[in-house]
Structure formats: C-alpha cells, structure tokens
C-alpha cells in the first residue's frame, strides 16, 4: 500500500485481488471501530481500507463540522478521498470491482464524495446519514453514477439522524434517475444484524 493522506488500516484478501472496499466511520468513531466489518462479510477476493477522518473529535475522529458549518470539512474530506482512490485505483485496484462504504458521516460522504468522484465502482452503500445538499449534488455530481448501483439504509427510530429527512432525501434522488434501493429497519443510529446479512448478499450480488 502506498503513502496515503489519512491514517489508515489495510486488510488485505484471502484471496490476492483487485477488488477493495473503502469504509468511513461515523463521528467521534475511528477506522478500529470498523475492524468487524470485514471478517463479518467474509468475502475471500476483497480488500479492505478503513479509512481515519481528518479531524479531531473528543478522542476519536470526524469528517466534518457540527451543523452548521459541515461544507468546509465536506469539500476538504472529499479532497483527500479524491487522493486516495486515485492512488488505490492507479495501478493496485480495481474501480469497477470496489466498493464504497459509509456510516452516518461516512454515510454523507459516500453521496457527497461518491457521487462527484470520476470513476464508477461497483457499489455504494450509504448507512444511517443524510446528504448535506441534494440540489447541489444533483447539479454537480457524474452523471455517469446516476445508474451506478446505490444502496441506502435508515433507521425508523433514529435519534441522531431523522428517518423522514434521508427518505425524503433519497425519493428525490431516485426522482432524479438514480439507481438507489433503499431499506427501512426498525433502529436507532446503528446497524443491526438483518440489516448487515441483507448488506453481505447486496454486495456479493454486485460482486
């Protein structure tokens, strides 16, 4: 793995590939609280990148300001993911064999980083967050990832990020010709274990 701009922890695959999952965390967490994810999905051919926001928060890490000052850290995070794939994708992987993974703040990222980024993956997957401006997005993003595939899931009893407001959110994407599935559970700002099984056969489907 070569020299990256963010803190990072790479697993490689069982089976030497090149297909990678990026993961970004939620607010306050770190790319250790994430180390579960991949032995739970068990996929042979996939290499993992758990990725550690840029910024400080009260001993863990955040990927932009509190409301209302998110865009300056939006715009200056998706700078450095911008660096990142470009480097994962030059020579070591693959863009149309990866995966794009968010929770909460990384949910937001994954839309607004994701949907502007050059190339096309494989698969996004947007847990638990909401998108800091649909409008602009719309205007701004590829329009070649309208018809990527983009999956989004909420919690009906989320305390932290409204249920209502990414639903809503999401219907104007999918107005707007993109390829989102999206998933209700019955949640708080986590994510539970139907949610994670329907998560595995999701991605092994666009694998």
Request: proline share 5%; with cysteine; hydrophobic share 35%.
């Amino acid at each position: 793995m070569k020299h990256l701009p963010l803190n990072h922890l790479f697993i490689p695959a069982e089976v030497p590939s090149k297909k990678i999952m990026i993961i970004l965390h939620g607010r306050g967490d770190s790319s250790q609280g994430f180390t579960w994810l991949p032995p739970f999905l068990n996929l042979a051919h996939m290499n993992y990148l758990l990725l550690d926001a840029p910024y400080d928060y009260f001993g863990g890490r955040s990927w932009y300001d509190l409301p209302p000052n998110q865009r300056e850290g939006i715009d200056y995070s998706s700078g450095k993911l911008t660096e990142i794939l470009d480097t994962l994708f030059e020579e070591e992987f693959n863009a149309e064999e990866s995966f794009l993974f968010g929770f909460s703040q990384g949910s937001l990222l994954t839309f607004e980083f994701g949907a502007r980024y050059a190339k096309k993956l494989a698969g996004y997957l947007a847990i638990s967050g909401y998108i800091y401006d649909t409008e602009r997005l719309l205007k701004e993003m590829n329009p070649a990832l309208k018809d990527a595939n983009w999956l989004c899931t909420h919690g009906t009893y989320d305390d932290v990020l409204p249920y209502r407001t990414s639903k809503e959110q999401v219907e104007t994407l999918q107005n707007a010709g993109f390829n989102i599935t999206f998933k209700s559970y019955s949640k708080v700002h986590t994510i539970s274990e139907d949610e994670l099984q329907m998560i595995k056969e999701w991605i092994k489907q666009k694998s």
